[in-house]
């Protein structure tokens, strides 16, 4: 089955910075890819995703990379603002809804005002 | 649109007791989805059902049953708890192109 790594678990950085966060994943055969917010005591919430048969796509200050060849995708925020404080989850899997999706184990982001 | 509904919204049981959690959505979707998310971690994918009339386990079915009662509902039922499935359950649905909207979970202590 898909296995998804999600790199770091904890970031914290100063507002204005931007944040990275990486994920990895093994089967060959996932092609979707998105990104949730989630914060506390709430349910995730879709931010971005993207599919494979494109490279980078963007939303304003996040956006996301995906490298098919080496199976690696990953969430870039820009001009961080202390909302964006939350838990990420990147996820993998197919591109319709008959493939589950499998989630990385979340990376906590703290913005500090 | 309320998009997807979980009930109840919290819930104490004793081990051993049974229950059913109940999801239900308005979008139309085909696909809904159990997870589970034990404090300080991701989702784990408890069973899915990618359309009416089917499930599927996912990584941690074992204590668990689902039921795909039509298109909007899908319930998981738990028929002996155990303090190890103490956790927020969530409950998810997806469309054609697999974006998945959660509800707003059910959180579990068994005791």
């Known amino acids: 089955g898909e296995n998804v790594e999600q790199h770091p678990s904890t970031l914290s950085v100063q507002e204005g910075d931007s944040a990275v966060i990486k994920c990895t994943y093994s089967d060959s055969a996932s092609n979707y890819f998105p990104w949730y917010k989630q914060e506390l005591g709430k349910r995730p919430q879709l931010i971005i995703d993207i599919r494979s048969n494109v490279g980078e796509k963007k939303d304003q200050r996040i956006a996301v990379t995906l490298n098919k060849t080496a199976k690696h995708f990953s969430l870039h925020i820009t001009e961080t603002q202390p909302e964006d404080s939350a838990v990420y989850f990147c996820?993998?899997?197919?591109?319709?809804?008959?493939?589950?999706?499998?989630f990385g184990s979340g990376t906590r982001l703290q913005v500090q005002p | 649109n309320a998009g997807v509904t979980q009930t109840p919204k919290f819930q104490v049981l004793k081990t051993g007791q049974s229950m059913t959690l109940q999801c239900a959505q308005d979008?139309?979707?085909?696909?809904m989805y159990w997870y589970r998310q034990d404090p300080g971690m991701g989702l784990r994918l408890i069973y899915y059902s990618a359309s009416e009339g089917t499930t599927d386990k996912g990584e941690v079915p074992n204590g668990y049953n689902v039921s795909r009662l039509n298109k909007r509902e899908f319930s998981l039922r738990l028929e002996s708890a155990a303090p190890s499935q103490t956790s927020v359950y969530f409950c998810a649905s997806a469309g054609s192109g697999n974006e998945q909207f959660f509800g707003p979970g059910t959180r579990l202590t068994v005791l």
């Open positions: 979008m139309n979707h085909n696909s």
């Open positions: 996820a993998a899997g197919g591109n319709t809804g008959r493939r589950a999706l499998t």
